[in-house]
């Protein structure tokens, strides 16, 4: 029994402890991960000011009121303060210490954003009309912002905003249907300094907000113990079974990534954990590194919170949040059936085992230690079910984790675990806040010049008006704008520019913001830039590329989801007919899990290249709209899995007498 023990807190250990080499490869893909660890006095203020920070979001999400605009204006003066002292201007600057040149940005960034704070009714009252001043403290803004933004986000973004903020000034020499007749730096400057239109948009006030709030939560459930029972509940559950660090990989990333933000990171947390398991049951390190990223890039789609998307949708739309996670579970729950289908198989092809039963935790165990934990997810999910605003349902949740943990002694916050927790949050929250002003100057550029009317209106003429053709250049250019830039910036960035197009083709709001949310994600899996499965790659040791490739193959199926809630938006829950959605999703959840089969050659046993062939093409033709189609793929399907099933004692005896 003593032994059973230690090898169970051998296998935690070896999951949870994170070396040099893992450390440095997190920091290569994920800029948010490169800040310094200050100790002394700047290490303390620094903690305060994060703490404060987090302090002042929870106090203005379930305390007080404030003009959205001078929250706003708050929220970014603490982000960017904090930025320039904590991360250095380049990849090999010095991680223990502020040289004074960061300091001095840091306090120009206070400077001229809080500017906005103090004379908010003053500017407000001259309707945003600039003084001289005011023109120099917006170039000096747009500048701060920019290379703070650059340090933390990596440098796809701010290239991006610099362009657009260029279009504005030069549109006059652009050639042909872009051509615009250039705005005057003051103009430029009120547009985007000094008016709700630019830095201060709808994109910094989500951060402001639900953002920052849900990663406060996040970072408070992680801090009471709740990444820990994530990851144990989804060793109790999957870790045994055929190929079970697969299937571990693939609940913990879905429990954990709809909390976090950012692919990335959590390819990062849970990677380090569920990779080495998989490699060690079998599996080949690029297929391990692929796993973790299909998974932890569904994260983002997952409700109840989605990475916080479903909260930046629902302000976009002017619709319910309700509204928008109840749309996306039928998607969210094929996109892992999908992944996890693929994972059984190649385990049951291969024949690799789970993890042995005494090394694994208990799932009563687990429960009993932990299972408390859950409470405050449920508690905000109620809450919103009572029609609380998601804001005051933040803020709600995270009391009720400071409430739940106390139920127990292994799980109690201390003031100084609280006090990490608050300065973690707005740490967790920075990165958000930058790349949101960020896509304020694109935002802002769009609403001054209506340059993403006319990329929308060009879209559907160069497609000829027909709504397929439409629709792949929509993913196309989701995939491209989403390459290099976080969850939350490049669905911004896609719903402002590519989701006219859709919607000019009378689809769906609702569907066409899901289409470019969904594609701007794929991002992450995507080659040639997929920063997840590098990511995930590089903790595996195993090649970039190949894994890319190889997590865009798992996640295949998915790539056409999109395109079927477009098409039947029963699939999100619209205009349901009960007895027709039920045929839509029984025939894509056997598509995708068939089409798993046809990619691996293996269902039930080994698949001819002709069975491979057809059971595909009618694995296709499953995950469709139409209900006909769909009947017929039902058909085909389940007849090709008895057959399948019926024949694997015959294949099996045929395997053995060939090796005889």
Same mark, same amino acid.
């Given at each position: 029994m003593k032994d059973n023990e230690n090898k169970k807190v051998d296998l935690l250990e070896e999951l949870t402890d994170s070396n040099e080499e893992i450390t440095n490869l997190i920091e290569k893909y994920d800029a948010e991960s490169r800040y310094r660890t200050l100790k002394g006095l700047p290490g303390k203020l620094i903690s305060l000011w994060l703490a404060a920070m987090s302090l002042f979001h929870l106090a203005t999400a379930g305390l007080v009121?404030?003009?959205?605009?001078?929250?706003r204006a708050v929220h970014l003066t603490f982000a960017i303060t904090a930025v320039f002292i904590l991360y250095p201007a380049t990849r090999r600057g010095a991680k223990d210490r502020t040289p004074w040149y960061d300091w001095l940005l840091a306090a120009a960034g206070f400077a001229v954003i809080g500017y906005i704070v103090v004379f908010f009714n003053e500017i407000s009252r001259r309707g945003a009309n600039p003084t001289d001043m005011e023109i120099y403290l917006g170039i000096a803004a747009i500048v701060l912002i920019v290379e703070g933004g650059r340090r933390i986000v990596g440098n796809v973004l701010p290239c991006l905003s610099i362009i657009f903020l260029a279009y504005c000034y030069f549109g006059n020499y652009v050639p042909g249907i872009f051509q615009i007749r250039g705005y005057s730096l003051s103009r430029i400057i009120q547009h985007m300094y000094l008016t709700p239109e630019g830095i201060f948009g709808l994109a910094l006030g989500v951060s402001a907000t639900f953002v920052i709030v849900f990663i406060i939560f996040g970072a408070f459930?992680?801090?009471? +113990? =709740?990444?820990?029972?994530?990851?144990?509940l989804a060793l109790?559950? &999957? +870790? =045994?079974?055929p190929g079970g660090p697969a299937k571990v990989a693939v609940v &913990?990333? =879905?429990?954990l990534g709809t909390i976090s933000g950012s692919s990335v990171a959590n390819v990062a947390t849970t990677g380090a954990f569920t990779i080495p398991l998989m490699k060690r049951v079998g599996y080949q390190p690029y297929y391990a590194g692929a796993v973790e990223a299909c998974a932890s890039t569904g994260g983002q789609l997952m409700p109840p919170i989605m990475g916080a998307g479903a909260f930046i949708m629902s302000e976009f739309l002017g619709i319910p949040y309700l509204t928008i996670a109840g749309a996306a579970v039928i998607p969210a729950f094929l996109y892992y059936a999908a992944i996890?289908?693929?994972?059984?198989?190649?385990?049951?092809?291969k024949g690799l085992q789970g993890l042995p039963k005494e090394q694994l935790p208990a799932l009563k165990?687990?429960?009993r230690a932990d299972g408390h934990l859950v409470i405050p997810v449920i508690v905000i999910i109620a809450t919103l079910l009572m029609k609380y605003t998601p804001l005051r349902a933040g803020f709600i949740g995270v009391i009720s984790v400071i409430v739940v943990s106390s139920l127990k002694k292994n799980t109690r916050m201390s003031f100084a675990t609280i006090f990490k927790a608050l300065e973690d949050g707005a740490r967790g929250a920075l990165g958000v806040a930058m790349a949101c002003a960020l896509v304020g100057f694109i935002v802002g550029t769009s609403s001054l010049t209506s340059l993403g009317l006319t990329i929308s209106n060009n879209i559907i003429e160069i497609a000829g008006g027909n709504l397929l053709l439409t629709l792949v250049m929509a993913m196309c250019a989701c995939i491209i704008l989403g390459m290099g830039l976080p969850t939350t910036a490049n669905y911004i960035v896609c719903s402002t520019i590519i989701a006219p197009a859709l919607i000019g083709m009378s689809v769906m709001p609702l569907a066409a913001h899901l289409f470019v949310f969904y594609f701007g994600i794929m991002a992450d899996i995507t080659p040639p830039v997929c920063l997840a499965a590098f990511t995930g790659a590089g903790i595996a040791g195993a090649s970039p590329s190949k894994t890319g490739f190889t997590a865009t193959r798992i996640a295949i199926a998915s790539f056409m989801l999109p395109y079927c809630f477009v098409y039947n938006p029963m699939l999100l829950l619209q205009r349901v007919v009960y007895w027709e959605l039920a045929i839509l999703v029984i025939s894509a959840f056997l598509g995708v899990m068939m089409l798993a089969g046809a990619l691996e050659g293996w269902l039930f046993r080994d698949l001819r290249v002709a069975e491979r062939a057809v059971i595909g093409a009618a694995a296709v033709a499953a995950i469709h709209h139409d209900i006909t189609a769909s009947v017929c793929s039902i058909v085909v399907l389940l007849t090709a899995a008895v057959y399948f099933y019926k024949t694997k004692s015959l294949a099996a005896k045929t395997r053995l007498e060939n090796k005889l």
């Amino acid at each position: 029994m003593k032994d059973n023990e230690n090898k169970k807190v051998d296998l935690l250990e070896e999951l949870t402890d994170s070396n040099e080499e893992i450390t440095n490869l997190i920091e290569k893909y994920d800029a948010e991960s490169r800040y310094r660890t200050l100790k002394g006095l700047p290490g303390k203020l620094i903690s305060l000011w994060l703490a404060a920070m987090s302090l002042f979001h929870l106090a203005t999400a379930g305390l007080v009121t404030m003009p959205l605009a001078i929250q706003r204006a708050v929220h970014l003066t603490f982000a960017i303060t904090a930025v320039f002292i904590l991360y250095p201007a380049t990849r090999r600057g010095a991680k223990d210490r502020t040289p004074w040149y960061d300091w001095l940005l840091a306090a120009a960034g206070f400077a001229v954003i809080g500017y906005i704070v103090v004379f908010f009714n003053e500017i407000s009252r001259r309707g945003a009309n600039p003084t001289d001043m005011e023109i120099y403290l917006g170039i000096a803004a747009i500048v701060l912002i920019v290379e703070g933004g650059r340090r933390i986000v990596g440098n796809v973004l701010p290239c991006l905003s610099i362009i657009f903020l260029a279009y504005c000034y030069f549109g006059n020499y652009v050639p042909g249907i872009f051509q615009i007749r250039g705005y005057s730096l003051s103009r430029i400057i009120q547009h985007m300094y000094l008016t709700p239109e630019g830095i201060f948009g709808l994109a910094l006030g989500v951060s402001a907000t639900f953002v920052i709030v849900f990663i406060i939560f996040g970072a408070f459930l992680s801090h009471s +113990g =709740g990444a820990r029972f994530f990851n144990e509940l989804a060793l109790a559950v &999957a +870790g =045994g079974r055929p190929g079970g660090p697969a299937k571990v990989a693939v609940v &913990a990333s =879905g429990l954990l990534g709809t909390i976090s933000g950012s692919s990335v990171a959590n390819v990062a947390t849970t990677g380090a954990f569920t990779i080495p398991l998989m490699k060690r049951v079998g599996y080949q390190p690029y297929y391990a590194g692929a796993v973790e990223a299909c998974a932890s890039t569904g994260g983002q789609l997952m409700p109840p919170i989605m990475g916080a998307g479903a909260f930046i949708m629902s302000e976009f739309l002017g619709i319910p949040y309700l509204t928008i996670a109840g749309a996306a579970v039928i998607p969210a729950f094929l996109y892992y059936a999908a992944i996890f289908t693929n994972v059984h198989i190649r385990a049951r092809k291969k024949g690799l085992q789970g993890l042995p039963k005494e090394q694994l935790p208990a799932l009563k165990e687990v429960m009993r230690a932990d299972g408390h934990l859950v409470i405050p997810v449920i508690v905000i999910i109620a809450t919103l079910l009572m029609k609380y605003t998601p804001l005051r349902a933040g803020f709600i949740g995270v009391i009720s984790v400071i409430v739940v943990s106390s139920l127990k002694k292994n799980t109690r916050m201390s003031f100084a675990t609280i006090f990490k927790a608050l300065e973690d949050g707005a740490r967790g929250a920075l990165g958000v806040a930058m790349a949101c002003a960020l896509v304020g100057f694109i935002v802002g550029t769009s609403s001054l010049t209506s340059l993403g009317l006319t990329i929308s209106n060009n879209i559907i003429e160069i497609a000829g008006g027909n709504l397929l053709l439409t629709l792949v250049m929509a993913m196309c250019a989701c995939i491209i704008l989403g390459m290099g830039l976080p969850t939350t910036a490049n669905y911004i960035v896609c719903s402002t520019i590519i989701a006219p197009a859709l919607i000019g083709m009378s689809v769906m709001p609702l569907a066409a913001h899901l289409f470019v949310f969904y594609f701007g994600i794929m991002a992450d899996i995507t080659p040639p830039v997929c920063l997840a499965a590098f990511t995930g790659a590089g903790i595996a040791g195993a090649s970039p590329s190949k894994t890319g490739f190889t997590a865009t193959r798992i996640a295949i199926a998915s790539f056409m989801l999109p395109y079927c809630f477009v098409y039947n938006p029963m699939l999100l829950l619209q205009r349901v007919v009960y007895w027709e959605l039920a045929i839509l999703v029984i025939s894509a959840f056997l598509g995708v899990m068939m089409l798993a089969g046809a990619l691996e050659g293996w269902l039930f046993r080994d698949l001819r290249v002709a069975e491979r062939a057809v059971i595909g093409a009618a694995a296709v033709a499953a995950i469709h709209h139409d209900i006909t189609a769909s009947v017929c793929s039902i058909v085909v399907l389940l007849t090709a899995a008895v057959y399948f099933y019926k024949t694997k004692s015959l294949a099996a005896k045929t395997r053995l007498e060939n090796k005889l």
